[in-house]
C-alpha cells in the first residue's frame, strides 16, 4: 500500500536548493544565484520504496524570524502545514552561516534531515567533513548530495523516509544562558494558559520569537488570555538586546562544534576571490558593469540583425501576397494590414529578445550578476534604497511583472514600495522593440550605444525618483543588506537556452494574444468607420490620435504616435505592432516608412524612446502593482507619476537632442 | 622576470587603450585629430567609455605591480580577459553586418573597414597577453 508523505525543502538562499528540487522531483525550474528568487511555493512528486513523496521547495531564508516575506512563508509553512519532514540544503562550504538556521529549525521540534549540498565543492577546496561526527553533535541526518549531479538524491529521500517513521522525535535546543533561559520559562508558562496555541506551536519555540521581538508571533498571542502577562514580561526586558545575545548563542554552538567536524584548508585567496578583487573595485566595479552591459546591447542589436533581415523580409513577402491574391480588399486588408502587418511587426524583433535573454541568462548563471548586485549597493543605499533592491530591478530587464513581484524578498514596507513604485522605470524587454526600431532607423550607426543610453536613462530615473519619494512621501530608513557571493560558474548551454527560451517564449506566447487584440482592435479603428480612407484622418484611430495630438504635439509626436501610444498601455510591444499597422506597411518595412514620414525627425524619434521607456506602466504590471501594495491608490499613482516624468523628459530630451542634431 | 614583462604588457596596452578611448570620446568635441585616421574612431561616446574602462584596469594592474601593491597581476589578467570579451563582441557584430548586408544584397555599400573599430584591433593584442596569462587565470576561475 502506497504511504502519502510530505517533505519541506528549506535552506538559506544560492546553496542549490531549486537544483536539488529538480534532482529529486525531476521537474524543470530556473536555477538563479540571486538570494531571493524563490518566492512563490513549488511543489513536485517522486515515488520511493511504496511512498509518494510531495516535495515543496520554500523560499531562501537566512533564519525563520520574520523580516521578510520570504521568511514569512517558509515559517508559516513549516508551522500551519506541518510537513512530515523538514529537509534543509545546507551549502557544505559555508557551513556557520547555514547552520544558523539548523539551530532554528531544531527549536520548531519538526524532524529535519540535512542535504549537505555542494560537497563536491568544499572538497576541491580542501575542506574535510566529517558527516556522521556533524550527524551525532546536531542529532540530525546528514546526507551528502551534489545536486547539479544528482549524487545522493536516493539516500537523501531513504534518511527522509526513515524520519517520518522516526518516533518520537529528539528535542534539540541552544541554552541561551541562565537569565535569558529565565525569561524563556517565564514566558513559555505564560503562554501556556493560552489554549489556542497549544498543540500548534512549540512554547519554547513562541518564547524565543518574542524575545527576539518578532511582530508576527505577538499577533499570534494577541487577543488571547497570556497577552497581557506576555506584555508585562516584554516591557521589562530590551528585545534587541536579548536578540542579540541569543544569536551570539547560536553562533558561539556553531563555532563550537565546526572545529571537531572540519577540516578546513585555508588558501590565501581563490581565484574568484582575485577576480572580485577588480570587478567589485570600489571605483572600477560599476564602470566594469556599465562597460559589461554596452555590450551586452551593443550585440543584442548587431547580432540580431540578419535574423530580422530575413523575418522582415518572410513578413514583407506574406502582406504582398495577401495583397495580391485575396479578395475581397477589406480582408486582405484585414489580413495584410492588421493581422501580418500589426503582428509581424513585433515578431521581428524576437531575435533581439532572445539574444538580450540569452546574455542577461549567461551573466546570471556565470555569477556575474550578483557581483553587480554587491556592487551596485552602495550607491542604491546612499540614495534611499536597500541594497536588494537591485535585484528586482535587474530582473525588470526581463518583465516588470515577475520583478515586482520578487520584491517580497525585501524587508521593511517602505523599502518594499519604494521599490515597487521605481521598477517600472527598469526597460523590460516589451520596450525593446521600439527602441531597435527607432534607434536603428534614426541612428544605425550608433544603435546599440542609444539603446544602453535608454537603458541606464531608465535606472537613473528610478534612482532618482527613489530618492525623491524617500525624502517626501516615504522616509525612514534604509534596511541592511546581507548577500554572498556564489562562486563563478562556466553556464551550460543547455541551461542558459532553457532560460533564454523560457523567458523568451513568453514574448511569443504575448504576439500570439494580446498584442494581437490589441493590433486588430488598432486595425478596427483605422478601418471604421465604413467608407473612410484606411488609417486616415476620419477613421476612429484619426479621430482619437487628432484629439490627443495637442498632448503630444510639444513632444515632437503627430497623431498616429498618440494612437500606438495609447494602445502601448495595453503591452509596449504594441506601440510597434500599432505604427506597423497605422503606417500600413506593404512593400516598404516600417523603418523606410518612418524615414518617410517628414513628421518624425530623429529628435522625436529619441523623445518617443525616452516617452515609451518612462510612461505608464503596462496593465501586467499595473494589476500586479496592486496586488503588491494592496491598493489602487498606488497602482494609480505609478501611472500619473510615469507619465508626467515621461512627458517631462521625452519634451528635455527631444528639444536638446533638437539642438544638438536638428529636427527637434 | 614574468611579472616584469607583464608590467610593461599591462602599462602599454592600458596606455593604447587610454588614448584611443580619449580620441574617441574628445572626437566629437575637439573635432578629428590630425593623424588618427588609421585608428578607426567611431565617434561613438560609449565606444570611448568602454575603451577608458579596459584602460584603467589595465593601468591599475601596471601601477600596483610597479609598487608591489595589491594584486597588480590580477587586474591585468580581468583587463586582458575584458579586452578579448569586447574584442570578441566587436568581431560578432562585424559578422553579423557582414551576413546582414550580404542578405540584404547591398554589399557595395559595407566594406570590413567599416565595421573595424579599437575594441577590435586592440583586443589582438588582447589576445597576445590571454595567450600568456589569461589562460590560467580563466581555468582557475572556471574549477574554483
Known sequence: ?664 | MNETKMLVFGAVLGALYIVTGLLQVLGPVIGPVPGTDLLYLTGDLFVGFVLLVIGAVFAVGARNLSRDVGEGAIFISVGILLSVLFGLVSLLALCATGLDVFLLGEGAEWSVADSIGPLLYLAVIGAVGFLAWGRETLRGLTSS
Open chain 1, 1 to 664: 500500500m502506497t504511504r502519502e508523505i510530505r517533505i519541506a525543502l528549506t535552506g538559506n538562499p544560492n546553496v542549490g536548493k531549486t537544483t536539488l528540487f529538480n534532482a529529486l522531483t525531476g521537474s524543470r525550474q530556473h536555477v538563479g544565484n540571486w538570494p531571493g528568487v524563490t518566492v512563490e511555493k513549488k511543489t513536485g512528486r517522486v515515488r520511493r520504496n511504496g511512498y509518494e513523496i510531495e516535495v515543496v521547495d520554500l523560499p531562501g531564508t537566512y533564519s525563520l524570524t520574520a523580516y521578510s516575506a520570504d521568511e514569512i512563508i517558509a515559517r508559516d509553512f513549516l508551522l500551519d502545514e506541518k510537513p512530515d519532514v523538514v529537509v534543509q540544503v545546507v551549502d557544505a562550504t559555508n557551513l556557520e552561516r547555514n547552520l544558523y538556521l539548523t539551530t532554528q529549525l531544531s527549536e520548531l521540534q519538526v524532524p529535519v534531515v540535512i542535504a549537505l549540498n555542494m560537497a563536491d565543492m568544499a572538497e576541491a577546496q580542501g575542506d574535510a567533513i566529517d558527516l556522521a561526527r556533524l550527524s551525532a553533535f546536531l542529532e540530525i541526518p546528514i546526507v551528502r548530495t551534489v545536486g547539479t549531479r544528482g549524487d545522493g538524491i536516493g539516500d537523501l529521500l531513504d534518511a527522509a523516509i526513515r524520519e517520518v517513521k522516526t518516533s518520537p522525535h529528539h528535542e534539540h535546543t541552544i541554552g541561551y544562558g541562565d537569565d535569558v533561559e529565565a525569561t524563556i520559562a517565564m514566558l513559555a508558562d505564560a503562554l501556556s494558559a493560552d489554549t489556542d496555541l497549544t498543540g500548534r506551536y512549540p512554547f519554547r519555540w513562541l518564547a524565543v520569537k518574542l524575545l527576539e521581538g518578532d511582530e508576527s508571533v505577538l499577533d499570534k498571542v494577541r487577543g488571547g488570555p497570556a497577552l497581557a502577562r506576555v506584555e508585562r514580561i516584554l516591557s521589562s526586558i530590551d528585545s534587541d538586546e536579548y536578540e542579540a545575545m541569543m544569536a551570539d548563542k547560536r553562533y558561539e554552538a556553531i563555532s563550537a562544534i565546526l572545529p571537531q567536524v572540519r577540516k578546513a584548508n585555508v588558501r590565501s585567496m581563490s581565484p574568484s576571490d582575485m577576480v572580485d578583487r577588480v570587478v567589485t573595485d570600489r571605483y572600477l566595479g560599476i564602470p566594469i558593469f556599465l562597460a559589461l552591459m554596452w555590450g551586452t546591447f551593443q550585440l543584442t542589436f548587431t547580432a540580431a540583425a540578419p535574423f530580422m533581415t530575413m523575418i522582415e523580409a518572410a513578413v514583407g513577402w506574406l502582406v504582398e501576397f495577401v495583397a495580391g491574391s485575396i479578395e475581397p480588399a477589406w480582408l486582405a486588408s484585414f489580413l495584410g494590414d492588421g493581422i501580418i502587418g500589426g503582428v509581424g511587426a513585433v515578431i521581428v524583433f524576437l531575435p533581439n529578445i532572445f539574444i538580450l535573454f540569452l546574455i542577461l541568462a549567461f551573466l546570471e548563471d556565470s555569477g556575474y550578476l550578483a557581483r553587480a548586485a554587491f556592487i551596485m549597493d552602495r550607491p542604491l543605499y546612499a540614495l534611499g534604497l536597500p541594497g536588494k533592491a537591485f535585484i528586482p530591478m535587474l530582473v525588470g530587464f526581463g518583465c516588470n511583472v515577475p520583478a515586482i513581484m520578487a520584491t517580497r524578498s525585501i524587508e521593511g514596507e517602505k523599502d518594499r514600495l519604494l521599490t515597487i513604485l521605481v521598477n517600472p522605470f527598469m526597460s523590460c524587454s516589451a520596450r525593446l522593440p521600439v527602441y531597435i526600431l527607432l534607434a536603428g532607423t534614426f541612428f544605425p550607426e550608433q544603435a546599440g550605444s542609444v539603446v544602453f543610453f535608454l537603458y541606464v536613462l531608465g535606472i537613473a530615473v528610478a534612482i532618482a525618483s527613489a530618492k525623491l519619494f524617500r525624502s517626501t512621501i516615504l522616509p525612514g530608513e534604509v534596511s541592511p543588506f546581507v548577500m554572498e557571493m556564489p562562486p563563478y560558474r562556466i553556464p551550460t548551454a543547455i541551461t542558459s537556452l532553457r532560460h533564454m527560451w523560457s523567458r523568451g517564449s513568453m514574448y511569443i506566447r504575448k504576439a500570439g494574444s494580446i498584442i494581437l487584440i490589441g493590433v486588430l482592435a488598432v486595425w478596427a479603428l483605422a478601418s471604421f468607420p465604413l467608407g473612410v480612407d484606411y488609417g486616415s484622418a476620419g477613421s476612429f484611430a484619426g479621430m482619437i490620435g487628432h484629439l490627443l495630438e495637442p498632448l503630444v504635439a510639444p513632444l515632437g509626436f503627430d497623431w498616429k504616435v498618440a494612437v500606438a501610444l495609447i494602445f502601448g498601455f495595453i503591452a509596449k510591444e504594441i506601440v510597434v505592432g500599432s505604427l506597423g499597422v497605422l503606417y500600413g506597411t506593404g512593400e516598404e518595412t516600417l523603418s523606410s516608412a518612418l524615414l518617410a514620414d517628414p513628421g518624425l525627425s530623429a529628435a522625436a524619434a529619441l523623445a518617443l524612446m525616452v516617452f515609451v521607456l518612462l510612461y505608464t506602466p503596462c496593465v501586467a504590471a499595473i494589476g500586479v502593482i496592486r496586488q503588491e501594495t494592496g491598493s489602487w491608490k498606488w497602482a494609480g499613482f505609478s501611472v500619473a507619476y510615469g507619465l508626467v516624468v515621461a512627458w517631462i523628459l521625452a519634451f528635455v530630451v527631444g528639444h536638446l537632442a533638437g539642438f544638438f542634431i536638428g529636427g527637434a
